[in-house]
């Protein structure tokens, strides 16, 4: 607190009180200044800096104040006063966790509080409301935090909490030729995380269900996140063979036999060889690695 008074012939003596509930807080013009004054003969005006004319000073800024008071008999005084700031906290997110898997509740994000006076209170606009520094649990979204210092004054920060873009895998499957072991799945798989596109043919194993069997995949990405695919192969059916008419050499030596053979199943047109032939040798389809796209 300072005072000045100065005056003549009898002034009056200008004082100013000043206590912690009047100083500016949080940068808000809520500071004020009281002034008492004695001696001189009242009645008493007020010629404030700020161009106030009242005895004391409410809603303020900070600043420095000074007044001069004048008593019934033209004697002056002054006095002077400084309003200081108690600021105000700021907020900042200082740590965050991004959701691992699309869907999942495994976010977090952490405020940090500055300046202003503590003890410090919280909130977060989450569904729980949660009232710590840090609010776990968070699904995938944008979230506000509040801090409230002890003398009421408020700060807020906010969090982006986001997550990878959902897994997925398509199968598409081939169907197997005659009966063989021939069948395959060709597997998609999408996802944001570690940005994965693999493309490849699943050759199924001689001996395995090959007709019209569904096929299964998990697929699990590096941060744990599955999601799963099925195809089913069936089966084309081969032709069946068989002799439909025939006519015997009439005369021993002759040419003059004759066979006709009906094919029935298959996929047509079905050329018939008159010959023995040796079949090609069956080629599995190609297995492709995936690719990775950066």
């Given at each position: 607190m300072h005072r000045n008074s100065t005056g003549n012939h009898h002034p009056a003596n200008g004082t100013i009180r000043r206590s912690s509930s009047q100083v500016l807080t949080c940068g808000n013009?809520?500071?004020?200044?009281?002034?008492?004054v004695s001696g001189g003969t009242p009645a008493y005006t007020y010629?404030?800096?700020?161009?106030?004319?009242?005895?004391?000073?409410?809603?303020?800024?900070?600043?420095?104040?000074?007044?001069?008071?004048?008593?019934?008999?033209?004697?002056?005084?002054?006095?002077?006063?400084?309003?200081?700031?108690?600021?105000g906290p700021a907020a900042s997110i200082s740590a965050q966790t991004n959701v691992a898997s699309n869907g999942a509740f495994t976010g977090s994000a952490t405020v940090l509080a500055t300046g202003g006076t503590s003890p410090f209170t919280y909130l977060w606009n989450d569904p729980s409301a949660q009232t710590l520094a840090t609010a776990t649990?968070?699904?995938?979204?944008?979230?506000?935090?509040?801090?409230?210092?002890?003398?009421?004054?408020?700060?807020?920060?906010?969090?982006?909490?986001?997550?990878?873009?959902?897994?997925?895998?398509?199968?598409?499957?081939?169907?197997?030729?005659?009966?063989?072991?021939?069948g395959s799945v060709d597997l998609s798989?999408?996802?944001?995380?570690?940005?994965?596109?693999?493309?490849?043919?699943?050759?199924?194993?001689?001996?395995?269900c090959q007709c019209g069997c569904t096929y299964s995949v998990t697929i699990t990405d590096a941060n744990g996140c599955t999601a799963?695919?099925?195809?089913?192969?069936?089966?084309?059916?081969?032709?069946?063979?068989?002799?439909?008419?025939?006519?015997?050499?009439?005369?021993?030596?002759?040419?003059?036999?004759?066979?006709t053979v009906l094919a029935t199943g298959g996929t047509s047109p079905s050329p018939i060889c008159g010959m023995i032939h040796q079949p090609r040798p069956w080629q599995q389809p190609p297995v492709l690695q995936p690719e990775l796209i950066p």
């Open positions: 013009a809520n500071g004020s200044v009281d002034l008492s010629a404030w800096s700020n161009g106030a004319t009242t005895q004391d000073l409410v809603n303020v800024v900070a600043g420095v104040y000074s007044v001069t008071i004048t008593d019934a008999n033209g004697c002056t005084a002054t006095a002077s006063a400084t309003v200081n700031n108690i600021g649990g968070l699904a995938a979204g944008t979230y506000t935090v509040t801090i409230t210092d002890a003398n009421g004054c408020t700060a807020t920060a906010q969090a982006i909490i986001t997550q990878p873009t959902a897994l997925s895998g398509g199968a598409v499957a081939t169907s197997s030729t005659c009966g063989n072991a021939n798989v999408s996802g944001e995380h570690l940005h994965i596109l693999m493309h490849g043919a699943m050759v199924l194993p001689p001996g395995s799963t695919s099925s195809a089913t192969v069936n089966n084309i059916g081969g032709p069946a063979a068989s002799i439909s008419a025939q006519t015997n050499v009439a005369c021993n030596g002759a040419f003059t036999g004759s066979a």
